[in-house]
């Protein structure tokens, strides 16, 4: 392996007119946050005139140079290099401010390269998700159109933080950037070299995802045995990066993994997972024995490493007895498998299935707080041998099974076990088996309707929300034509309103507190967040109805079109809403949860 490292002041990093830094649409999106970026600053900041900074490494893959723009791959080192554009620009608008000019041209030339067109280009070129957002930070043209916030974020964040020094300080803080602050650039002239000097620097102490290394690990494989597979495998790599944007990727791959092994897999483990998972599945993982890359998995004979995975799957019902009955893919299938579940996820995620229906149900796991369920519906969503009526049917049981157990407050610790633990399940009457297999960790019926009736929901507001309309659809005998409409359309209603004892709601809306009676303010807290407390109104009514007297807010509750209402205004046009009306309510209410969410 031929590298070549270099060490830069940042003004040598950028002062070639024809190299071009580009991040492939494989890696993941700009994401640092506050903190990294506060800490580039400070660095720098407060960096004394006579000392100097390193700022670590990046890898570079490099092609033959020639005339024109040059481009220089960053294999590692793009959220580094990216912020440090950033940077600069910020301190180029600043000096444009102060009507510096040379400066501020001086700057441009590190931003931009050309080639023999002699047409300006931005110097790092994004990938296909953020570039669009990169050119309109650094043109400074529509930013308000830019979608990816963390990018637009690190720009403001750095040029309020230039803004409020001195113009001496500013002057200062450039000076020591582009001549002060140290960058060793390794270039790398092979791919497998690449990925192998990845590993060898990211394994000396510093944290990265799993799904950075997850990356490397497969497409340093893939750049070991040709260009086509490498290029395959960073294509699917891609799709699946756009897949999962603005999706936690680290979280689906410990989901994935959880799936695939029928039980938990913690972070910490989910890379050791999915390397055992690849040496079991992918034809050319032997051949990773003898890639360097990897030297630190003890490969000494690859079939008693597969039939040691086989052991260690000790999948329920599986009929694998020995790695020899494994059916083995090329590895640019496994990652195209790997793309495809992405896809699946993104669905089950932002609730993008073709079937409206699977979306509502979809939505209700969300708000019922039902995140290690996807486990499951990872695997359920992929089988073609499931019609969507099962799959809606399926939704059905796992909300009831969700909201049991979140209002009998059992541990959620054990959710992924019991979910993995569905994936082998034959896919003919999958519905009944499903229940047969969730009933031994379902709430019964009595313990359910007390905990329900006690319930506070003070912190699960989306959860009453769907309670509230699903006793809806449930009291109107909803035939499938009625859809309620959540978010802003309609709010969820406390009858005795959340705040009673400021001097403002009793000016503006009437004195809750001595309406409520005696010790009102103690019982507040205890009712104000049961389910009898609550109503569906829409938005508008909503607002006007706010904190005004009970039969004030009666008069809001009779134009609504919600029938249980309606129901409050019938019962309670002549009577009061007390606390005991609310501890009556709710268990009425528990009585009626029992025959709904049931298995």
């Known amino acids: 392996m031929k590298i070549t490292p270099t060490t830069l002041s ?7 007119s024809n190299e071009l830094f580009t991040i492939p649409a494989y890696q993941r999106r700009y994401s640092w946050q506050w903190k990294q970026l506060i800490e580039l600053f400070d660095d720098i900041n407060y960096l004394k005139t006579q000392d100097t900074h390193l700022l670590g490494s990046i890898v570079c893959l490099t092609s033959s140079h020639t005339a024109g723009i040059n481009p220089l791959e960053l294999v590692d080192g793009q959220q580094r290099v990216t912020s440090l554009s950033l940077f600069m620009k910020a301190l180029q608008v600043k ?17 931009f390269c050309k080639g023999i067109d002699r047409k300006l280009n931005n110097k790092i070129l994004l990938g296909d ?18 979608k990816n916030q963390d990018l637009l974020n690190a720009y403001k964040y750095l040029y309020e933080w230039i803004n409020k020094l001195t113009d001496q300080d500013i002057d200062e803080i450039y000076y020591k950037f582009i001549n002060n602050v140290l960058i060793i650039r390794l270039d790398v002239g092979e791919a497998k070299d690449a990925y192998k000097l990845f590993e060898t620097i990211n394994n000396r102490g ?29 294509e699917n790599w891609k799709e699946l990066i756009i897949n999962l944007d603005e999706i936690d990727t680290d979280k689906f791959f410990r989901q994935f993994m959880s799936g695939i092994r029928t039980y938990k897999v913690t972070d910490t483990y989910v890379i050791d997972e999915f390397k055992k998972y690849y040496f079991n599945y992918v ?31 000790d999948i329920e019902n599986s009929t694998t007895e020995n790695s020899n009955e494994i059916s083995k893919i090329s590895i640019i299938d496994f990652s195209k498998n790997l793309k495809n579940m992405s896809h699946i996820y993104k669905q089950l995620l932002k609730r993008k299935s073709d079937n409206q229906e699977i979306n509502r149900h979809l939505f209700n796991l969300q708000r019922i707080k039902s995140f290690p369920s996807y486990i499951f519906l990872l ?18 049981v796992i909300e009831t099974f969700m909201l049991r157990r979140h209002v009998c407050a059992y541990r959620t610790g054990e959710l992924d076990n019991i979910f993995a633990k569905l994936i082998n399940l034959e896919s003919a ?7 047969i297999k969730l009933v031994k960790d379902f709430p019964d019926d009595q313990e359910f309707q007390e905990k329900f009736s006690e319930a506070d929901f003070r912190r699960e507001i989306n959860r009453a929300k769907y309670i509230l309309e699903v006793l809806e659809y449930d009291l109107i005998k909803d035939k499938g034509e009625f859809v309620i409409q959540s978010g802003n359309a309609v709010h969820l209603e406390h009858i005795i309103p959340q705040t009673i004892d400021t001097k403002k709601s009793k000016k503006e809306f009437g004195n809750w507190a001595e309406y409520l009676g005696e010790n009102s303010l103690e019982k507040h807290k205890e009712f104000v967040n049961k389910i009898g407390n ?22 809001e509750y009779a134009k609504s079109n919600i029938q249980m209402t309606k129901n409050i205004c019938n019962e309670f046009n002549d009577k009061d809403f007390t606390f005991e009306i609310v501890s009556e309510r709710s268990k009425d209410i528990a009585q009626k949860a029992v025959t709904i969410w049931r298995l």
Do not use: C, W
């Open 283 to 313: 034809q050319e993982a032997e051949e990773l024995a003898e890639f360097e890359i990897y030297n630190e998995i003890k490969v000494e004979n690859s079939e008693e490493i597969e039939e040691e995975i086989v052991e260690e799957l």
């Open 429 to 435: 009457d999958i519905v009944n088996t499903i229940k």
């Open 206 to 234: 510093l944290k990265l995802n799993s799904t950075d290394i997850i990356k490397n690990f497969l497409l340093g494989h893939a750049s070991s045995i040709s260009e086509e597979t490498l290029s395959s495998v960073k």
């Open 379 to 396: 695997n359920l969503f992929s089988r073609d041998d499931i019609d969507d009526s099962a799959i809606i049917s399926t939704l059905k």
């Open 10 to 16: 940042l003004s040598q990093l950028f002062s070639s």
């Open 129 to 146: 998700l953020d570039n669009p957002d990169y050119i309109k930070i650094m043109s400074q043209t529509d930013l308000e159109e830019v």
């Open 95 to 111: 000096f444009e401010e102060l009507g510096k000019q040379e400066i501020s041209n001086e700057i441009n030339n590190y931003l």
């Open 534 to 555: 609550f109503t569906l109104l829409a938005g508008t009514l909503n607002i006007i109805a706010s904190n005004n007297p009970f039969h004030d807010k009666l008069s």
